[in-house]
């Protein structure tokens, strides 16, 4: 099994040009939509999260199940779920403003562990920035990596969360030690500094690098860089194409018994060429329609 760890939110994005030209409620926060990518491409698949109790959790509990995503170790709270408004910008690209005081995803506790049968568990965006939560999701992410689960991280940063900038980059570097898979969008590597190489040295096996329209990028512990082109479509939004970028790697890794520190640094050129495009083509898909609406596997081509 797979878990996915983080918030859920539900995200208001305008129909039209203007911020504020009939904004629609849709499901996400990317921990959420990682999971309910995973759901979808048949990998079996739990969410650990706080989600709360009003209409909006309600709405979220029930597309992670329409999913069959795993929703037994959600925690529920009386406190509100957290609002991303979006904006959209001509190419697509999507930044969001937030609305996360008192809300429930942010204080989740740590205290249940994982699911017995985890093999991997994912980290990122809001959850790993929002005190209290934060630092209860650090924790669970050491523990997972002590116990060796492998650990993917995506911290698909939302800087207008952030109010010392540096302290979040001494954090994240932090973390590297505990994370077995380290992705991230190139404007979040040029944010955070570094290079690909750097944080390797530091304890991932692998980093991905997205570049949008252009394609992914692999650099692995024992020297390997590859980049395989992105899939041409006509963008709609490109909300949510990161989140299925990451649940395509974990599907891809699944499906070849690499759920594992060790097993990813054997993966060759070849495994990680066909990875990265099968990573491309869910992508580009999400990228085709309004909103986080990651792929189903009858969508996509073999891995």
């Known amino acids: 099994m797979i878990v996915v760890a983080g918030e859920a939110l539900i995200d208001l994005v305008p129909q ?29 698949t739990a969410f650990c999260s706080r989600v709360s109790d009003d209409a909006f959790g ?15 170790h959600v925690q529920r709270g009386a406190e509100p779920t957290t609002l991303a408004v979006a904006t959209i910008g001509p190419d697509g690209s999507a930044g969001f403003s937030f609305y996360v005081e008192g809300t429930a995803d942010r204080l989740f506790s740590a205290a249940d562990g994982l699911p017995d049968a985890t093999k991997a568990v994912s ?12 630092t209860a999701y650090e924790e669970l992410m050491r523990s997972a990596a002590a116990r060796g689960v492998f650990t993917a991280l995506d911290p698909n940063i939302r800087a207008v969360l952030i109010p010392d900038p540096d ?36 304890g991932p096996g692998a980093v991905v690098i997205t570049r949008g329209g252009d394609g992914l990028t692999v650099f692995t512990r024992d020297g390997q860089e590859l980049s395989v082109p992105g899939e041409p479509v006509e963008v709609v939004d490109t909300i949510g194409a990161g989140d299925t970028v990451n649940a395509a790697l974990l599907h891809g890794l699944a499906a070849r018994d690499a759920l594992s520190p060790a097993a990813l640094t054997e993966l060759d050129p070849d495994d990680w060429a066909r990875l990265l495009r099968f990573a491309a083509r869910a992508a580009a898909i999400t990228c085709s329609r309004a909103g986080a609406e990651p792929p189903y596997a009858s969508e996509l081509g073999g891995l």
């Open 167 to 202: 302290a979040y980059r001494a954090r994240f570097k932090s973390w590297l030690p505990s994370v077995s898979l380290l992705k991230l969008s190139q404007e979040d590597a040029e944010w955070l500094g570094g290079t690909p190489r750097e944080w390797l040295a530091s």
């Open 16 to 44: 039209g040009a203007g911020a504020l030209v009939d904004l629609l409620p849709r499901l996400g926060g990317g921990p959420y939509n990682t999971a309910v990518a995973l759901g979808r491409l048949g990998s079996p």
């Open 123 to 134: 980290f990122g965006t809001c959850s790993l920035v929002l005190e209290p939560g934060a």
């Open 58 to 72: 309600e709405a979220l509990l029930g597309g992670l199940r329409e999913a069959d995503v795993d929703v037994s």
